[in-house]
């Protein structure tokens, strides 16, 4: 584990994983792209088309500090697992939906805005890319979804009220800050972990940066109307806690629950998208 200056290093300001591969590893053509967040950060990423007529959309958001591939194992200065994006891409596309995978803000090849937020200003970034799919005459923009990783799950739920009709979502393993950060630093750094974690807040005070301890993302999970959700988290979590899962979940008015993946540890919940490839094609086909 890293040491607490590393930790609140990587909290603050994320890690830029490469962007070593492509979606042509897994037979896809792609195009490379470039938006702006709403607040008019540049964002990179791939557009997969499904062909060239009128289709739905979904969007991939990545978790922290992974980039638009997902994680790979051992770029992260703690005990972490391979997390790829590539395989249920390619699933979704073989299925007639086109797909966007970007870089959030501090991730990738994107822009620059500091601190993380883990999906409050985050969510600006999550916009952007939805208004970027609207843009293109080849998607039906009434007909978008997302997918979100960790605290990419966390920016879907703060983002989707703002760029509405998002149909359907995946949350895959959200968190509030608070537990997760608390989590983390007491399994690193024992009894004054969870303090050491608190007192991040002072650094994003002087940051003029929202509180980590205020991160609540049951808060606009009650605003996304109509927008069906489903929530996934592994039961062998060491960092996130179901109980925060089935509260976002709760106050989410169309979710459909919260599945509970088998998982010895919080990258093995991740696995959920490789496992279960054809029942994230299927939530899209019926929600899309």
Known sequence: ?????????????????SVARTPAE??????????????????????????????????????????????????VPWPDRGVDHLPATKALHDAGFHVLMFDLANHGESGRRLPLTFGVREARDYAGAVAYLRSRPEVEP???????????GSTILYGTAACQPIRAMIAIQPTTVSVFTGNMARSAFGRIGPFLARS????????????????????????????????VQGT???????????????ATPHSLGVIAYPSEERYGGYQYIDTHKDDIVGFFRAHL
């Open 26 to 75: 897994v037979g896809l053509a792609y195009e490379d792209v470039g938006f702006t967040a709403t607040d008019g950060v540049d964002l990179r990423g791939w557009f997969i088309p499904a062909g060239t007529e009128p289709a739905p959309a979904v969007v991939w958001v990545h978790g922290w500090p992974w980039n638009r591939l997902g994680n790979v194992a051992g770029g």
């Open 200 to 231: 991040m807040s002072a650094v994003y005070w002087l940051m003029r940066a929202p509180d980590p301890r205020a991160h609540d993302p049951a808060a606009p999970a009650h605003g996304l109307g109509d927008t069906v959700v489903q929530f």
């Open 142 to 152: 009434d007909r978008i979804g997302a997918i979100g990783m960790s605290a990419g």
């Open 236 to 250: 062998g979590d060491q960092w996130g806690e179901m109980p925060d899962v089935e509260r976002m979940s709760a």
């Open 1 to 17: 584990m890293p040491s607490p200056l590393r930790f609140a290093r990587v909290m603050v300001t994320g890690l830029r994983q």
